[in-house]
């Protein structure tokens, strides 16, 4: 279904138009939103995360939009960002969890101080390399390995195309590894 066919439909009927585009695009809305949180979500939340991606549809659309025929690249928008912001929701919730159930049973041995305190100089020394970089290398950086954000996501936040987000972020990793060498980390084995 196009979206002028949707326009025509709709004009005429809107839950008809609705129930159209719900059967054509049911499957392709549940994979995308099953493959992102299939890792940590119930068949609820799937359910859930597919009920919200064509209620964000009907409630978005506007039949005075210009799609330009291409409303499976709208539909699967709407369905990959719905499905990325219930992933961050439930993993946010599980770490949480986790992270409380770890205080209540156990006390941190002295092996476990000595790592997180490792583990904390680590993050120090590797935000200190990462500023160093300068911008737009260290936003371009932190949002890409901190945020795990994309290029072309990193490129609308700093007003730079994907392809400079890539290349900046290529060098930049070079430069990191080698900022990173110089303070005496082993890149190959993950160590000081």
Known sequence: MT????RTLFEKSPSAAQNALFEEYINYVYSIVFNKLRSCASAEDIE??????FS??????DSKQ???GDLKGYIGRIAS???INMFRSLTAKSRQTDYIEELETQLPSDDAVAENAEQSELQDIMIKCIRSLGEPEASIMIHKYYYNMRSN?????LSLPAATVRVKCSRALKKLKELLSAEGFDLKEGRL
């Open 81 to 83: 960002n719905k499905a």
């Open 153 to 157: 996501e990193i490129g609308k936040k």
């Open 56 to 61: 964000a549809v009907f409630l978005s659309y």
């Open 66 to 68: 210009n799609i330009n």
């Open 48 to 53: 859930e995360c597919v009920s919200d991606v």
């Open 3 to 6: 979206d002028n066919e949707y």
